[in-house]
Nanobody, 124 residues
Framework: QVQLVESGGGSVQAGDSLRLSCAGSGQTLSRNALGWLRQGTGRNRDFVASISQGGEISKFADSVKGRFTIGRDNAKNTMYLQMNDLKPEDTAMYYC?????????????????WGRGTQVTVFS
């Protein structure tokens, strides 16, 4: 069974930064495309960012472009999401997600597994 564990969430002020991390069981992360999703209260789970298996391609939601970066370390089976210049609208539960494929996706429904999430709260 695939296990994903997110960490790094917290409560911050607008303009601050946070770095989320994701660790996976076995070699699940290193062999597949990865991404981050988020879900605010009363909202659908939305796409945030994704990265191909080799790390050469990354995609971002328009709302976070220029502020968030995504990266991975296949040797350590980990992934991160660096979030800068956070805004109150970034407040959500953030989920690490895996797509069992090498190529990235920006469609939340195409991810196969995700973790339990880590909460990010941004105060104005």
């Amino acid at each position: 069974q695939v296990q994903l564990v997110e960490s790094g969430g917290g409560s911050v002020q607008a303009g601050d930064s946070l770095r989320l991390s994701c660790a996976g069981s076995g070699q699940t992360l290193s062999r597949n495309a990865l991404g981050w999703l988020r879900q605010g209260t009363g909202r659908n789970r939305d796409f945030v960012a994704s990265i191909s298996q080799g790390g050469e391609i990354s995609k971002f939601a328009d709302s976070v472009k220029g502020r968030f970066t995504i990266g991975r370390d296949n040797a350590k089976n980990t992934m991160y999401l660096q979030m800068n210049d956070l805004k109150p609208e970034d407040t959500a539960m953030y989920y690490c997600a895996v797509r069992i494929a090498r190529y990235y996706t920006t469609d939340p429904s195409r991810f196969d597994y995700w973790g339990r999430g880590t909460q990010v709260t941004v105060f104005s």
